[in-house]
Each structure stands twice: as structure tokens, then as C-alpha cells.
T-cell receptor, first 110, second 117 residues
Framework: GEDVEQSLFLSVREGDSSVINCTYTDSSSTYLYWYKQEPGAGLQLLTY?????DMKQDQRLTVLLNKKDKHLSLRIADTQTGDSAIYFCAEGPYDYKLSFGAGTTVTVRA | ETGVTQSPTHLIKTRGQQVTLRCSSQSGHNTVSWYQQALGQGPQFIFQYYREEENGRGNFPPRFSGLQFPNYSSELNVNALELDDSALYLC????????????????FGPGTRLTVL
């Protein structure tokens, strides 16, 4: 079965780095995703990583995958007020039927 | 290129009624997936349609049904509404139904907020 867990809240000072953590249970996961949801909006794909990778960097975003521990993290460098949102970790054996965590609410304070 | 659109944005129904939600795929996408997001939760997969046929279903009862049309737009129908059906319903479209390296990434619409009283 699929089970994805995330910490619920993260508060970070503007300019600092944010690290959002996620654990999953399905060892057959092939794709792992990070989505961002702002109030009243749908989900915006931030980045994804394949299970045969350890790390992926995309501008301010760094994704780390520890497949042995089934642990995924998203690091946002130089966090800005516009990064305040709910961040969802999602996994799936294929691109459909994604299983999402409950989301981490990130609050950026000045 | 237009993104994924959904209608209506908000809807209020009473228990026992039926509802139809609509989704227009992003241009060039032939696959639509529907998700239910309850308040404070992550989205839960309902089902996916690929080229007008159902292509996978989550743990939702048969009163949740769908359609996909030749232009790849889609409908989600829910019969005999229950209070627990109150949620944000998200539609996502993709180029394919999955399996290709990142090509079939899903792009989400803004959702329809359904309230059942």
C-alpha cells in the first residue's frame, strides 16, 4: 500500500534555507514529486526525481533521495515570502495514481 | 497554450443530490486524472481517463463516476452526495498515462470546492 508522511508545519526566516522532509513506504515507487499549493489554488509541480537518482538540483531547489530509508527532502535556498505555501510530497509507481502526503505548511517570516 | 481549467469554482449541494464537475485538459494532453482533497489533507486519487476509457481507479465507491470526451475534456459525477464528499476536487492532465520518464507529468487545475450540507 501507499503511505506518505510529512511534518505538518515549518517556520523559516526570510533568506534562510528551508528543508521539508517526507517519508514513504512503497518500495516500488518510481517517481517522487514535490508540489506547491498556495491558498485557493491548485497544485503547482515544483520538481520531481526518479528513484534511481540521489539528488537533483533546480535553481533554488535541491531534492535529496535516500532510497534505503525511503526518505525524500526538499531544500529551498534563500527562502522568500512568496515561498509561503503548503508543500506536498507525492510518490507513485507510474505518473498516475499519485499518493500524496498531508502537506507541510511553510511560513516565511521577515 | 492554456492550462487546465475547471468549472464551477464553488458549489453547494445537499445530501442525496447529484453533482457534475467539469475539467478541460491542457492543450495537447490526452489523459485526465481526478483527485479529492479534503480540508487539511493531501489529494486522494479517484480515477484516471486515457483516450475516453477509465485507466485506473482509487478506493472510491461506484457512485463516483467519470467521462472523458473526444476533445479530452472530462466530467466527474458524484451521486447520492454525503457530507464527507465535501472537498476540493482537482483535475490533472498529462500527455500520457504514465511510465515515460517525466513526460507524463500531471498538471493540475485550480479545483472545484464542493460543500455538501
Amino acid at each position: 500500500g501507499e503511505d506518505v508522511e510529512q511534518s505538518l508545519f515549518l517556520s523559516v526566516r526570510e533568506g534562510d534555507s528551508s528543508v521539508i522532509n517526507c517519508t514513504y513506504t512503497d518500495s516500488s515507487s518510481t517517481y517522487l514529486y514535490w508540489y506547491k499549493q498556495e491558498p485557493g489554488a491548485g497544485l503547482q509541480l515544483l520538481t520531481y526525481i526518479f528513484s534511481n537518482m540521489d539528488m537533483k538540483q533546480d535553481q533554488r531547489l535541491t531534492v535529496l533521495l535516500n532510497k534505503k530509508d525511503k526518505h525524500l527532502s526538499l531544500r529551498i535556498a534563500d527562502t522568500q515570502t512568496g515561498d509561503s505555501a503548503i508543500y506536498f510530497c507525492a510518490e507513485g509507481p507510474y505518473d498516475y495514481k499519485l499518493s500524496f502526503g498531508a502537506g507541510t505548511t511553510v511560513t516565511v517570516r521577515a | 497554450e492554456t492550462g487546465v481549467t475547471q468549472s464551477p469554482t464553488h458549489l453547494i449541494k445537499t445530501r442525496g443530490q447529484q453533482v457534475t464537475l467539469r475539467c478541460s485538459s491542457q492543450s495537447g494532453h490526452n489523459t485526465v486524472s481526478w483527485y479529492q482533497q479534503a480540508l487539511g489533507q493531501g489529494p486522494q486519487f479517484i480515477f484516471q481517463y486515457y483516450r475516453e476509457e477509465e485507466n485506473g481507479r482509487g478506493n472510491f465507491p461506484p457512485r463516483f463516476s467519470g467521462l472523458q470526451f473526444p476533445n479530452y475534456s472530462s466530467e466527474l459525477n458524484v451521486n447520492a452526495l454525503e457530507l464527507d464528499d465535501s472537498a476540493l476536487y482537482l483535475c490533472a492532465s498529462s500527455v500520457g498515462r504514465g511510465g515515460a520518464l517525466g513526460k507524463d507529468t500531471q498538471y493540475f487545475g485550480p479545483g472545484t470546492r464542493l460543500t455538501v450540507l
